[in-house]
């Protein structure tokens, strides 16, 4: 609840949903691309696609590698030194970016 309570309230009083975007966009191509690509597609093997995440997912799975309650080497020290705007930022960036989904067969 903590979670979706810090989103929404930053996204809904933040000056303008384009500045929480511009910010996350930011934060993203410095500190999340390399792993998780640009527009949310990862590029290196086992790290997940965050393109079209929901916002609390995001935020939270952050915040719990942040707090130690999800480990990850790599991720712990990254999600350390963000703040609770910097993870709501990263959230809006990644969702959203739309995804399109293509069932098998249907080409």
């Known amino acids: 609840m903590k979670i979706m ?6 996204l809904i009083f933040s000056t303008s949903f384009a ?3 511009n910010a996350g ?3 993203a191509e410095s500190a999340c691309a390399l792993c998780h ?7 290196m093997p086992g790290a997940p696609n965050l393109a079209g995440q929901q916002p609390v997912y995001l ?3 952050l915040s719990h590698y942040r707090s130690g ?3 990850h080497d790599i991720m712990g020290v990254i999600a350390k030194i963000l703040t609770d705007l ?6 809006a960036w990644y969702s959203g ?3 399109t989904v293509e069932m098998p067969g249907t080409q």
């Open 69 to 71: 309650k999800r480990q």
């Open 25 to 27: 966009r930011a934060k």
């Open 97 to 99: 970016i739309k995804v």
């Open 5 to 10: 309570a810090m989103v929404c309230g930053v």
């Open 37 to 43: 690509g640009f527009s949310g597609i990862a590029t």
């Open 59 to 61: 935020a939270e799975q």
């Open 86 to 91: 910097e993870i709501s930022q990263l959230a």
């Open 19 to 21: 500045d929480e975007l």
